[in-house]
């Protein structure tokens, strides 16, 4: 797994932790410089994958997607659980099962 075996995946881990602890006037100009262009990309794959969920839904989704990401990046173990190579495969494999399943839930689209 590339995030797993990467090297520099420290100075990453840094860098996004870095990025999230700073105040959102900071962060979102360079996180919309940045990501922007890929993120649309990836939400347009997902679209046409996706095509019975409501493209606002997808996007919401997609954020949180990459907020567990970053989440797992940065603490690659459940609260009281040591961390470890195979933890964080283990963690992976989940986040992949959590992410397919949250992304293609079927609920409630509607606003009030």
């Known amino acids: 797994m590339p995030l797993i075996e990467a090297s520099g995946t420290n100075n990453l881990l840094q860098v996004m932790g870095r990025i999230y602890s700073e105040p959102e006037s900071i962060t979102q100009p360079i996180i919309e410089n940045e990501f922007t262009e890929t993120a649309q990309r990836f939400i347009a794959a997902l679209s046409r994958e996706l095509p019975d969920v409501d493209l606002e839904i997808l996007r ?53």
């Open 60 to 112: 919401w989704r997609f954020h949180f997607l990459i907020g567990s990401i970053i989440h797992l990046m940065k603490i690659q173990a459940p609260i009281g659980m040591q961390p470890s190579p195979e933890r964080l495969r283990h963690g992976v494999q989940q986040l992949i099962e959590y992410s397919a399943a949250g992304l293609t839930a079927h609920g409630d689209e509607t606003y009030d």
